[in-house]
């Protein structure tokens, strides 16, 4: 049974904003079409239906408005206050002879504020710091010759600047690469790579249940490029590839068993 | 192949349709869609998986057995291959088996010594079922040279 367009819309959990998005359609007009104020363009019907996954025959032509939503209005183009309405207007104030506009006045500069205390963040994030370099917090303030507490937000900023390059240089000797599953496809790229140096032919079994022969010329993380026998080249998706093995020229191929 | 791969390879056929657009158009839980075809471990439940069977227009169970071989089970049955220097048997979608000592495995590819092709690289995405499994207390994938670390 067909529904109004602002009831499927609410039902799928989107704004207006979003559905207007998702259809390539106006806000405005989507928000006269929920209002009833016009019939939905059969033109639109279909972007709507496809925004909202669900068929053209779910949403009703002409909404019913939303109860308890008042009419919808256009809104007044606000005019910019000053502006001068155009020559010829109602107003019918005579144009300027100096069609330059007017400069305004200067604002008044208001006085730099005095940066405020240090952040808690600032301070867990030094005392953090701290603790990895093994320094104390007594030794920093007997060097800066104040508590820490003491310092704004801006001198908090400076210290942290220079205490952070310190970490860097601390860690760089024991610190290890993250082992990311991104990363971790060495031994493939090994066993490519010596293909590769080492000319082997490779032998690919296809999804599609093709095969493909030649020589390894260039892999990256998601295809290999292969060159046949016959010189052609041809780049083939990982996802494309069931399996392979090194082919030796001589000899058949064997197949794994069906 | 995974729940999760699986899911992936159905959007593609969709017109790769993102996981918002299913969110949006199922009642799924915000993030739970993602969930499911992203993590390594099996994430959903029946309910869910019968929502989403509905969305592609699938048969549920097609959807459902997925979930009892996720990505983390391969890897813990590779591990368990390698350290007790054991055969394994990979079925592919393909319809094909393959059955060899695993020599090497990482986030993409396992590295199988068989006896009739020798080393053979077979895809991850294109294992289905394997067997032996390994048991949830075998060792968990994980350190310098085992390819998939933990990540959930």
């Known amino acids: 049974m067909a529904e109004n367009l602002w009831a499927l819309r609410e039902k799928k959990k989107l704004s207006v904003a979003a559905l207007a998005n998702r259809s390539g359609l106006p806000i405005g007009l989507i928000m006269e079409y929920?209002?009833?104020?016009?019939?939905?363009d059969p033109r639109h019907l279909g972007r709507l239906a496809r925004a909202l996954y669900v068929e053209e025959t779910d949403i009703t032509l002409q909404s019913d408005p939303r109860p308890g939503s008042g009419p919808l209005e256009r809104q007044p183009r606000r005019e910019a206050p000053g502006r001068v309405p155009a020559e010829g207007s109602a107003a019918g104030r005579p144009p300027s002879a100096d069609p330059r506009p007017r400069a305004r006045p200067p604002r008044p500069r208001a006085e730099p504020k005095p940066p405020g205390p240090a952040r808690p963040s600032q301070i867990v994030h030094l005392e953090n710091m701290l603790k990895r370099l093994g320094r104390s917090k007594e030794d920093l303030e007997a060097e800066l010759g104040r508590p820490i507490a003491e310092l704004d937000r801006v001198a908090m900023s400076e210290l942290l600047k220079t205490v952070q390059p310190q970490i860097g240089q601390s860690d760089s000797a024991t610190r290890r690469r993250a082992h990311l599953p991104e990363s971790v496809d060495e031994h493939e790229a090994r066993y490519l790579t010596a293909a590769q140096e080492g000319g082997d032919r490779l032998?690919?079994?296809l999804f599609d249940g093709s095969y493909l022969n030649g020589q390894v010329i260039g892999f990256g993380p998601f295809n290999?490029?292969?060159r046949q026998a016959d010189g052609t080249e041809i780049s083939v998706n990982k996802l494309a590839v069931v399996h392979?093995?090194?082919?030796?020229?001589?000899?058949?191929?064997k197949e794994p068993s069906a | 192949m995974s729940l999760g791969d699986?899911?992936?390879?159905?959007?593609?056929?969709?017109?790769?349709i993102t996981p918002w657009d299913i969110e949006a158009a199922t009642d799924l839980p915000k993030g739970l869609y993602r969930q499911i075809e992203q993590r390594y471990r099996a994430v959903g439940?029946?309910?869910?998986?019968?929502?989403?069977?509905?969305f592609f227009d699938v048969p549920f169970e097609e959807l459902r057995w997925r979930l009892d071989w996720p990505r983390k089970a391969l890897s813990r049955a590779l591990v368990a291959g390698r350290e007790a220097d054991a055969s394994i048997t990979l079925f592919l979608s393909t319809g094909q088996t393959v059955t060899g000592r695993v020599v090497w495995w990482d986030l993409g590819a396992v590295g199988l010594e068989t006896l009739e092709a020798g080393l053979l690289v077979v895809q991850r995405h294109a294992v289905e079922r394997w067997d032996p499994r390994a048991t949830e207390n075998s060792p968990a994938p994980g350190g310098p040279d085992a390819g998939e670390p933990e990540l959930d």
Do not use: C, K, N
């Not at chain 1, 093995?245 to 191929?253: I, S, T, Y």
């Not at chain 2, 439940?45 to 509905?54: F, M």
């Open chain 2, 45 to 54: 439940d029946d309910e869910s998986i019968q929502v989403l069977a509905d």
């Open chain 1, 203 to 205: 032998h690919f079994t």
């Open chain 1, 244 to 253: 392979y093995r090194r082919d030796p020229a001589a000899g058949a191929p």
């Open chain 1, 34 to 40: 929920e209002s009833g104020l016009r019939s939905i």
């Open chain 1, 224 to 226: 290999i490029t292969v």
């Open chain 2, 6 to 16: 699986y899911l992936r390879i159905l959007r593609a056929r969709r017109g790769g």
